[in-house]
């Protein structure tokens, strides 16, 4: 007989804990217990992973093996100040907050941080996210990771350090690159032109950094230093100098990384 | 029996020839000759389109019925001036050049504008690359059509005003974001970690916009104005002071289209 698969307690009820709790719940764990300070979130979420909800610290369930804390970075001290006694392992899934946020509160603890973007309407096959795992101590750092390897197919021990340059990474590649999809958009939009036109682009741009390191992927007219066409540009934003700020410091850094490699 | 296609004259050898080229070809087209101020480069493209090569214009071949241009924006007047007398329809790929820069030139003249990002090492599907074309009649504009959907699936008639606003948000959505991507992998190497991490997260976020509004998909620390995790990471970034320039504009242009909206 196998051993049954921890149970679980999620607090928070955001983006992060609705796609975790589900590849929790389709891995064959249980979620006992949903926390949210706000009671709506709490509600829809154990709805769907058939789980109670709380929004009172004091009544967390205190049968969990695992407590997952997903919530804002300025809430997780506040939410553990007020924990009752709890036994199980405690976990965030926070790129930039050290796992050492837990040592004045509680014994075992560690982190599971997914390296990815998640919007609560938009399905992920987690199987396919990094999962980057820590645990203070080697016992729980094995629990974790056999936690870790039933939701996904790609595990990595990580320390704090190296996981807050990784988080780092990501809001240049994640959410700085969808920020200039948005600027790509609002230029189109301005003229009538739908966004729809750029998806072959933008996919196929994300899809070159498998093969081409991003320095030789590069194309357009600050890699080939075309004042002319830069100027044009630049020109064309004149009433809007957020983009047109946007557009020269890109383009110069573009022209400062040729220049250097 | 049907009309045999089109033959044509590349002008310029470089990354938009070099796969207008081979669809093209891989749809039955022959190309006649590739011209280059640089032989190497001729020699190079031709020989993979089994076609003639030459670095002199007034040697180009007078038999072709299309002559596509894509040389840089700044050398095609210089390449317009030299050319013998011609019969063909010519045509440039370029985004922001009007297709007004033939009127002196020329009779019958137009645009297709493939609308993606072309590296000579990197294979494309060219059927799903939308092509968007103009001419300076509506005969030609019929025969560029007729060319163009030979090509791709998604031929689109444009004028030289909107293609230049398309160009622009191209910018945006593809070497910005590509500058972007190489931002994060410099973040990455630097703390010796493979910059292979973040593709997932790459392909999601762009997988993202076909079934979300940019503004709606963003996430992280500046959408949620999280200024504990942002000032964080300006700290991180005092010794790469570029970095961090483009990390704070980004946030608080992420920050100020949120409160717009």
Redesign the interface.
């Known amino acids: 007989m196998t051993k049954s698969k921890d149970k679980i307690v999620l607090i928070g009820a955001g983006?992060v804990a609705t796609h975790l709790g589900k590849a929790f719940v389709d891995n064959g764990f249980q979620i006992l217990q949903v926390y949210s300070r706000t009671e709506d979130s709490a509600k829809q979420l154990a709805e769907k992973l058939q789980a109670d909800f709380t929004t009172d610290l004091e009544r967390i369930n205190r049968e969990a093996d695992l407590y997952v804390f997903s919530v804002?970075?300025?809430e997780l001290t506040d939410v553990l100040e007020n924990l009752p006694e709890l036994n199980g392992l405690f976990v965030h899934t926070a790129g930039?907050v050290p796992m050492s946020v837990f040592a004045d509160y509680h014994a075992h603890y560690g982190v599971i941080y997914p390296?990815?973007?998640?919007?609560k309407?938009?399905e992920?096959d987690f199987r396919?996210?990094?999962l980057f795992i820590e645990a203070n101590s080697l016992e729980d750092e094995s629990r974790l990771r056999v936690i870790a390897s039933e939701l996904s197919d790609?595990v990595?021990v990580l320390s704090s350090e190296?996981r807050?340059?990784?988080h780092?990474?990501?809001?240049?590649?994640?959410?700085?690159?969808?920020?200039?999809?948005?600027?790509?958009?609002q230029?189109?939009e301005?003229?009538d032109?739908s966004?729809d036109?750029?998806?072959?682009?933008?996919?196929?741009?994300?899809?070159?950094?498998?093969?081409?390191?991003?320095?030789?992927?590069?194309?357009?007219?600050?890699?080939?230093y075309?004042t002319?066409?830069i100027e044009?540009?630049l020109q064309?934003?004149e009433n809007a100098p957020?983009?047109q700020?946007?557009?020269r410091?890109?383009s110069d850094?573009?022209f400062?990384?040729t220049k250097k490699n």
């Open positions: 983006n804002k970075d300025a930039s390296l990815q973007t998640f919007s309407i938009k992920v396919m996210i990094p790609s990595t190296k807050k340059y990784l780092l990474a990501a809001v240049f590649a994640c959410n700085f690159v969808n920020h200039l999809y948005y600027q790509a958009s230029i189109l301005s003229q032109l966004r036109l750029l998806f072959p682009l933008i996919l196929e741009t994300a899809d070159k950094v498998k093969t081409l390191h991003p320095l030789e992927a590069q194309t357009g007219p600050a890699v080939r075309d002319n066409v044009k540009h064309m934003l957020e983009q700020e946007i557009y410091l890109l850094s573009i400062e990384s």
